[in-house]
């Protein structure tokens, strides 16, 4: 054991710090101040979505809009050259007098795999941007935690933040910004 | 309060505008003198063309103002002042009718008696495409639209004085059956002064198809209004990025609601390839006025919906009034294109004329915009949901 990095499987691992508020108020107000402070890993766990709390936390524009662009294009696109490709080389059929290349008649088509294409890279990319399915997450150790589905609200801060330099510093702070029940989490 | 930290009042500067306006419709109507004497079939094509496209603003801005009243909404209380004026220029507009009621001759080929005598379609039609009926109609559509839109503008300004909530209960609920009243009204003048220029053809979407045109119209100069009148320095508080954005939303949609009726419309019709029915788009594939047509889908459609897609554009004041500028345009052009090819079935023509009746009808309708405009506060001031519109936000991340 003379080198306790590369031998220590034992020794816990911190995740971060766990704050509770009183409040949808007083989290929203704390999240302007951790904003300003200059944290980048953090998160605030509510019971229900707080008006406004995007801004409070610093958040920028999600990434989900140009993932629905993008889906939309390749959908559309793929719709209408599917329709070309078929009347043109797989199987030239003439249907009620139209010219073979009918561009009108490929407009229902090729809508419905755009929206198709957005609806799934929608869901997909909401989960894959959120990191969904997520089996576990350090803040289930905590007993106090559980309310965050009932009347509790909670911020986290990660050690992986670049600000975060002790326990004890981060601790101060939050005491600071009016949190209460602060608990250390183990990964 | 609003009031303190915001003009809310006409300045001089639009107060002297609206002189020029009333200037430049007394030298269109000059114009317009000269061109009948040319042709009065060219001017009461124009005349009609430039009418419509005005009526489309004044009928779009009912459906605004009556939409909002209906569904109790907060956000568009700041800007549901110019709605309102657009709304009541439908007194102008029956005014600025007159002239083609002495125009049916020119205007319309079923008033004809030869063809009376011979064209079976009209007369299997005769019972509705008879003159006195048509002024009979067009009598209706002038009570309704005036009676509307005077009770929810001078309610309004009431409002502003006695601040009385109940006022806006009575609002909600006229609007109620007022938008049964305008749906009728607004689809028929659609069937009467556009699409029985071709006596043959019908569609039962074209009162949706003129609907959804003048919505986008109405919101498209919604948004031009107020940048005008914030560069003139009015309402800088009262109307702020927010209620730009939720104006860009609705610019956006309804520019696609127009593309989904403009398109199911032509759809049915080239796919059935029915002869009475596909005569419409005949007209239209012929000559320049083919240009017209594969113009609108690109430019009424896919360059604005690319355009007006990020909340970026619908936050920027100067793009998205750009965006407004280029779909009022549009909707210009589609009115034209609906019309001028009853006249001008050999290829767009475009004349003296045409200039002549659009600064005419544009000029007085403006002159009168601007003179009711000036009456009253720019804001409803007293209306109960004013505070929530001031401090509406979109949510979106600076």
Sequence with gaps: MSNPTSHAPSAPKLFGILAEFGSPADVHSAAKKIRDAGYKKWDVHSPFPIHGIETAMGLGDSKLGWIAFFCACAGAFGGFSMQFWIHKYAYPLLIGGKPMIAYPAYVPVTFEPGILFTALGCILGMLILNGLPRLYHPTFKSENFKKFSDNGFFVTIETKDPLFKNVEATRSFLQSIGARNIEVLED | ?398
């Excluded at chain 2, 001008?344 to 600064?359: C, E, R, W």
């Excluded at chain 2, 000029?363 to 009168?368: D, P, T």
């Design chain 2, 1 to 398: 309060m609003v009031e303190a930290q915001d003009i809310l009042r006409l300045n001089e500067k639009l107060q002297k505008g609206r002189i020029y306006l009333l200037g430049a419709g007394i030298l269109g109507a000059v114009l317009c003198a000269v061109t009948y004497f040319q042709s009065s079939r060219n001017f009461f094509a124009s005349y009609l063309t430039a009418y419509c496209f005005f009526a489309a603003l004044s009928l779009g801005s009912l459906f605004f103002v009556m939409v909002q009243h209906l569904a109790r909404s907060a956000w568009s209380v700041t800007v549901r002042r110019i709605a309102e004026t657009m709304a009541f220029n439908s007194v102008i507009l029956a005014v600025l009718f007159i002239p083609l009621l002495f125009g049916t001759h020119d205007i319309f080929t079923w008033t004809h008696a030869d063809i009376r005598a011979t064209d079976h379609l009209v007369q299997i039609k005769s019972a509705y495409l008879n003159l006195p009926f048509l002024y009979i109609r067009a009598a209706l559509y002038f009570v309704v639209w005036i009676g509307l839109s005077s009770f929810f503008l001078m309610t309004s300004r009431k409002q502003d004085q006695t601040r009385e909530e109940s006022l806006t209960t009575k609002m909600g609920r006229a609007a109620a059956g007022g938008m049964i009243l305008y749906a009728l009204s607004q689809t028929f003048f659609a069937f009467d002064w556009m699409m029985s220029l071709d006596s043959h053809w019908f569609s039962t979407m074209f009162g949706v198809y003129f609907f959804a045109g003048s919505i986008v119209a109405t919101y498209a100069s919604l948004i031009i209004i107020s940048t005008v009148l914030k560069a003139t320095g009015h309402v800088s508080k009262s109307v702020n990025v927010e209620h730009y954005h939720d104006m860009g939303k609705l610019l956006f949609g309804h520019n696609v609601f127009w593309t989904y009726i403009a398109f199911s419309q032509f759809f049915l019709i080239w796919y059935a390839n029915i002869p009475e029915e596909v005569t419409f788009f005949e007209a239209r594939s012929i000559g320049s006025w083919k240009i017209i047509s594969l113009l609108l889908p690109w430019c009424h459609f896919a360059i604005p919906f690319l355009y007006l897609m990020s909340h970026n554009v619908k936050r920027n004041r100067p793009a998205l009034t750009l965006g407004a500028t280029w779909l009022l345009t549009m909707c210009l052009i589609d009115i034209y294109w609906i019309i001028q090819p009853n006249f001008y079935p050999a290829g767009a023509h475009f004349g003296l004329a045409d200039i002549a009746a659009f600064v005419a009808i544009g000029g007085f309708c403006g002159f009168f915009f601007l003179r009711n405009l000036g009456q009253a506060s720019l804001v409803a001031t007293g209306d109960p949901r004013l505070e929530q519109c001031l401090s509406y936000d979109n949510g979106i991340p600076e």
